[in-house]
T-cell receptor
Framework: GDSVTQMEGPVTLSEEAFLTINCTYT??????LFWYVQYPGEGLQLLLK?????DKGSNKGFEATYRKETTSFHLEKGSVQVSDSAVYFC????????????FGQGTTLQVKP | NAGVTQTPKFQVLKTGQSMTLQCAQD?????MYWYRQDPGMGLRLIYY???????DKGEVPNGYNVSRLNKREFSLRLESAAPSQTSVYFC???????????????FGNGTRLTVT
């Protein structure tokens, strides 16, 4: 079945460092890809998405490019802030009209001042 | 804008007890979902309702039942709680008007359930 694999955390960075969180997927069709963020004590919030190959999703300085040839959707940010500390989830949505998402295991990011 | 509202926020049950987790959304969304979140395992889908009047099993449905009461409400019931059901439960909804690939999920803040 479809699946999503993320790099294990926690990832610890200093403020203003460059961030990469790796995400690869396995899917039989042509899924849409998402990154969600979860702040402590809260539910998940959509960070960005890409619906077809070579699309780049971006939001709040974060970017991810849908790479069909490498089945990847890595999350990047050029300069992280302490406020970016959270858990990040990569997810895919199959085009079966149910809207359900399959999530990776999540990667915890800690940014130190 | 309340979005997705879950109740209760916290619950402690003894093994064998039953309870219902409530979820309501005010965004007129078609589809609703129940996920559980466990450390190191991400979110796993328990049940979902692609549209009012339909429900389907997700990845981990055993020990749970659901009811799509109306378009707004989607409840999750544990008939006989077990320690393995200790988890954080999230309800979510999406617009999903036939273009599921373009519909993000909107999540509630979760219910933290402990079964002793």
């Amino acid at each position: 079945g479809d699946s999503v694999t993320q790099m294990e955390g926690p990832v610890t960075l200093s403020e203003e460092a460059f961030l990469t969180i790796n995400c690869t997927y396995t899917a039989t069709g042509y899924p849409s890809l998402f990154w969600y963020v979860q702040y402590p004590g809260e539910g998940l919030q959509l960070l960005l998405k890409a619906t077809k190959a070579d699309d780049k999703g971006s939001n709040k300085g974060f970017e991810a490019t849908y790479r069909k040839e490498t089945t990847s959707f890595h999350l990047e940010k050029g300069s992280v802030q302490v406020s970016d500390s959270a858990v990040y989830f990569c997810a895919l949505s199959d085009r079966d009209n149910t809207g359900k998402l399959i999530f990776g295991q999540g990667t915890t990011l800690q940014v130190k001042p | 804008n309340a979005g997705v509202t879950q109740t209760p926020k916290f619950q402690v049950l003894k093994t064998g007890q039953s309870m219902t987790l409530q979820c309501a959304q005010d965004m007129n969304h078609n589809s609703m979902y129940w996920y559980r979140q466990d450390p190191g395992m991400g979110l796993r889908l328990i049940y979902y309702s692609a549209s009012e009047g339909t429900t389907d099993k997700g990845e981990v449905p055993n020990g749970y039942n659901v009811s799509r009461l109306n378009k707004r409400e989607f409840s999750l019931r544990l008939e006989s709680a077990a320690p393995s059901q200790t988890s954080v439960y999230f309800c979510a909804s999406s617009e999903n008007e036939g273009r599921s690939y373009n519909s993000p999920l909107h999540f509630g803040n979760g219910t933290r359930l402990t079964v002793t």
